[in-house]
């Protein structure tokens, strides 16, 4: 692995560590409700993104963005699915929902395939068909440990998949979209920091020192992450990006049940660990496309004009 490769995964690794992690920050604000966190979180996204983008040069490409009526549709159904997205998040961590977030994300890549074979019209081979029915089978053991189907595991699972699905088709690289796209929401944001300052039981009423500084860096908690990935993406080969990214379901998993002690039964893990499998049968087929395509010889004839 080259020198560009090996700073990718660094930053590939660092990345999605934060973004586990961070459970634990939000954790800390538990006590305030999740519109009013995500109220927070978006104005102060903005303000975090607008400088990133101004430092980067890229105040032109958003605003280029914005004002285009197609891009900015593509950006405001963009914008829509990650407040389902963010709000489902938040609203499971601060109520003791861990283990449910870690399914979700767990569940997102599987659905992502899912979306490729039903609306991209992608092929469904065996192995993504066994990915499949082990998914269903995880569904049906979950359903029965918990009494109900895990929904806000779907929700958060299939809002950040059709998320992915919204992107490829914003012209806009994956910061500048997201600026585009939390700005997109920022009147409303700002009406809710507002009403949140002012309402009974609000931010206003019990925030203390500490949760003003911890409410000030969500936009940083949004836009570090973030920041690395973009630098990673292009460097690491998404073979390896996707198994890294799993790191986040997995510290999830992790703090839900070792440091929340949220309920692990063993029909919960045998559910975990059906979906788990069929991340792994997935993983296998990609890694091993990959090696074929990169050892067929090169037929192709060069020529000179």
């Known amino acids: ?37 995500i109220g927070w979180r978006v104005v102060a996204a903005v303000v975090a993104l607008w400088v990133l983008a ?3 040069g890229h105040l032109s490409n958003v605003m280029t963005g914005m004002q285009d009526p197609k891009v900015r549709r593509f950006l405001l159904l963009a914008a829509g699915l990650l407040v389902v997205n963010w709000s489902t998040y938040v609203g499971a961590i601060i109520s003791g929902r861990v283990l449910e977030t870690a399914l979700g994300y767990f569940l997102a890549p ?33 359903t029965i440990s918990y009494g109900a189907v895990p929904w806000l595991s779907f929700a958060l699972g299939g809002s950040f998949a059709f998320y992915g699905l919204v992107k490829r088709r914003v012209p806009l690289g994956p910061i500048d979209s997201l600026t585009g796209e939390v700005t997109m929401l920022l009147p409303i944001a700002v009406g809710v920091v507002i009403v949140s300052l002012f309402r009974s039981g609000g931010v206003g009423e019990i925030a203390s020192g500490v949760h003003w500084v911890l409410l000030g860096v969500t936009g940083l908690v949004t836009a570090a992450p973030l ?17 890294i990214g799993w790191m986040v379901p997995i510290i ?4 839900g049940w070792l440091a929340y002690n949220e309920a692990m039964t063993p029909a919960r893990f045998v559910g975990f660990a059906t979906v788990w499998l069929a991340l792994v049968a997935v993983a296998v087929e990609t890694v091993v496309k990959a090696r074929g395509q990169r050892s067929q010889p090169d037929h192709s004839v060069a020529v000179t004009r």
């Not at 090996?6 to 992690?21: D, E, K, L, P, T």
């Not at 690491?236 to 996707?242: K, N």
């Open 1 to 37: 692995m080259d020198s560009r490769s090996s700073s990718g995964v660094r930053s590939a690794v660092i990345a999605y560590a934060m973004w586990g992690s961070f459970t634990a920050f939000w954790k800390l604000l538990n006590e305030f409700s999740a519109v009013d966190l």
């Open 54 to 56: 101004a430092s980067r």
């Open 110 to 142: 599987l659905i992502t395939m899912a979306i490729g074979v039903t609306i991209l019209g992608e092929r469904l081979t065996p192995m993504r068909m066994l990915a499949i029915a082990l998914v269903i089978t995880s569904i049906a053991i979950l």
């Open 227 to 243: 920041l690395l990935f973009a630098h990673a993406a292009p460097r690491v080969p998404f073979t390896l990006l996707g198994p």
């Open 252 to 255: 999830n998993f992790l703090l």
